[in-house]
């Protein structure tokens, strides 16, 4: 089910609310209410997954509470195993068994040794890297002693499957919500809730008015990028790099503004990252919940920048090559994290080194990510290749009209223009200073209608693909 549909706006939303907010109905019942809503949300794009997400609620439930009352670090170790086997071993079947195939069959065919593997055709379950990575810090974190295990099963039930993050994230640790989970209020906090309105639709507004709109003329272009020259694919690759920014922050605001109408407050996930000045500033304002989730369980248990240079290298660059291969199943994702790996060993290496002013810094690092972004677009190493090729070489048609041409129009630069306004000069909607006035509810109220009214059952969010 989409954040950004006639059913949901109007009928699961309104009725998710009103039920919640009921004050016949007792904690649980309230809890059991919220997980039957989101699987429902959850079951609306393929009711066969439900039993999927169930499964990986009940078994690191339990594993968790084993973990935690156990007597021995054997026993505690033993939980921690099953969990990251379970969850990994799923995870690893669902996104990576075809891609694997894949690769082996090509590898065999360079080699001409054997015959070709079957490769499975698994429909990838929406939000699966999501909703993984969430129980599987649970129980570590449970495992490190900094957090308790849920008070019932219907707490981490509602933990693991809250409609509001459970698609793309962001990605909530369960101590984040631990508390606010044990002590749900019976009553709205309409401050909160006015906030969440705003959150909610100021993240629509990203995804109807901005992302769809800029996507709208770029689609056709990489539709067909072989034709595409040096302006026409700058073009394609700025307005997608706005596309993919607007689209992903639209969600993660949305998702905090629906938490905020239910009492909950979910951590922030950008931070205008475009704005960075190096590549290391990028990461963690870009996808902050991933960026701190593999900081924390990857990055700091491999020992982190506490030993030699050499060992933070290494560090930095197998957690950027799993940060790649966990966005897709493809040799373009794991290429993507290669690059971001080595960036950040550049500016380990350089860093303090070099006094560069800040305007210049920034434009550094955001023609570094919009490089990147192409290996993250295209759907495969040739699209991939024509991309760059035509990005680094300049062609022959250089007059105005013609780069006009190559763009769509004036109408498109002005849009593309707009965007990258938006961008950096534009404040984060976290550092508005939000105070609800009668000229604020009319602004909000005009950009939802204007939403609604451009909605388009075609229209999912990028990271739903992940």
Known sequence: MLFNSYFFIFVFLPLVLCVWWSSRLNLTTRLVTLVAASYFFYGWWDYRFVLLLLFSSVLDYHVGR????????????????????????????????????????????????????PV???????GISFYTFQTLSYTIDIYRGESKPADSFWHFAAYVSLFPQLIAGPIVRYNELETQLRNIQPKVNWDLFAKGIFFFVAGLAQKILLADTIAERINPMFADYQSLQFFGSWYAMLGYTCQLYFDFSGYSNMAVGLGLMLGFQFPQNFNSPYKSRNISQFWRRWHMSLSTFLRDYLFIPLGGSRKNRLLTLR????????GGLWHGAGWTFVLWGVYHGCLLMVHALARGKLQIPRFVAVAMTFVAVVFGWVLFRSTDMAMCQSLLTSMTTLGTELSPGAILAAVGGLKSVLVLGGLLGIIFLAPNIWHIDFRPSYPLVLAVASVFIVCVLRFDSQSPFLYFQF
Not at 81 to 104: H, P, W
Not at 315 to 322: H, Q
């Open 66 to 117: 084993f973990v935690h009352f156990s007597k021995t670090q054997k026993n505690k170790s033993l939980g921690l195993f099953v969990s990251l086997l379970t969850n990994l071993g799923l995870l690893a079947f669902f996104k990576y068994s075809g891609f694997m195939a894949e690769s082996m069959n090509a590898v065999a065919d360079w080699l001409r040794v054997g015959g070709a593997m």
């Open 120 to 126: 499975p055709d698994i429909v990838l379950p929406v």
């Open 315 to 322: 560090n930095l660059f197998v957690v950027m090559f799993l």
